[in-house]
């Protein structure tokens, strides 16, 4: 309380509960339920900072995907508070969505690329945007060079192999600079030693500061990688491994 000078009292000002500064996402007791009765997602609480690479892992149909969609918004939580970047999720009204897509790309197991020209593909994602071309010209060029594709940039899809496809699906998802890169099993079609080319591109991507969240079945590659691991069941987190401590073999 604080004291007018007229001997009164007066209330002070109400302190706001902050997000911790390094947060960039932060989930309290989510529910997700589908209309089938089906709770794919329960009472899920999660921090993530930013620049963190953490992996969700877990088996089919453990949520997995429940999640990462909520994220974007293509599913919302039933129940419960998700912010990415300081936008609250779960309230966005439709049309606002696109704020939040804005700060994000996302990454598929099959690709989605378009029946254009790898340059194409890419400039696509800023193209949308109404940015000027020579603006869309020099990003496309140097995010092409940051995936090792440069020198494709006139091909198409189906000149390429399925980790170049998957580069060229990466460059499309970080041209416009996203906070978070969300990739759904980027690696699932890829071979042991392609999948680890992937992986090198997105630690390239996270050492730039970009906040990654991927899901996997390949404990392999979550070996490998020493990250921050997720592991669901059941639609609740089971366990939360530090970075660097998590090892298949021991589950």
């Not at 509960?17 to 339920?33: E, L, T, Y």
């Not at 009765?37 to 892992?57: M, Y």
């Not at 197991?109 to 020099?138: C, I, M, R, W």
């Amino acid at each position: 309380m604080e004291e007018k000078k007229s001997g009164e009292l007066k209330e002070a000002p109400a302190v706001k509960k902050k997000i911790h500064s390094r947060d960039f996402i932060r989930m309290r007791h989510v529910n997700k339920k589908y209309k089938t009765g089906v709770t794919a997602i329960h009472d899920l609480d999660l921090n993530i900072k930013k620049g963190e690479f953490v992996f969700i892992i877990g088996s089919t149909g453990c949520g997995k995907s429940t999640l990462i969609k909520m994220l974007y918004r293509e599913e919302k939580p039933t129940k419960g508070q998700i912010l990415v970047g300081g936008l609250d999720v779960a309230k966005l009204r439709n049309s606002k969505v696109y704020k939040l897509r804005r700060k994000l790309g996302v990454v598929f197991q099959d690709f989605k690329l378009l029946n254009k020209t790898v340059y194409e593909n890419v400039a696509f994602a800023l193209e949308v945007f109404g940015l000027p071309k020579d603006e869309v010209h020099s990003k496309v060029l140097k995010v092409l060079e940051l995936v090792g594709l440069k020198h494709k940039a006139k091909n198409y899809p189906t000149q390429l192999s399925g980790g170049e496809q998957q580069r060229v699906a990466i460059a499309r998802a970080i041209v416009n600079g996203p906070k978070l890169l969300i990739c759904d099993e980027p690696t699932g079609n890829l071979d042991e030693v392609t999948s680890m080319e992937i992986m090198a591109v997105l630690e390239e991507i996270s050492k730039m500061g970009t906040t990654i969240i991927m899901v996997t079945h390949d404990t392999e590659i979550v070996d490998k990688m020493k990250k921050r691991v997720i592991l669901l069941d059941s639609g609740r987190i089971v366990k939360d491994y530090p970075e660097g401590t998590y090892h298949h073999e021991n589950l």
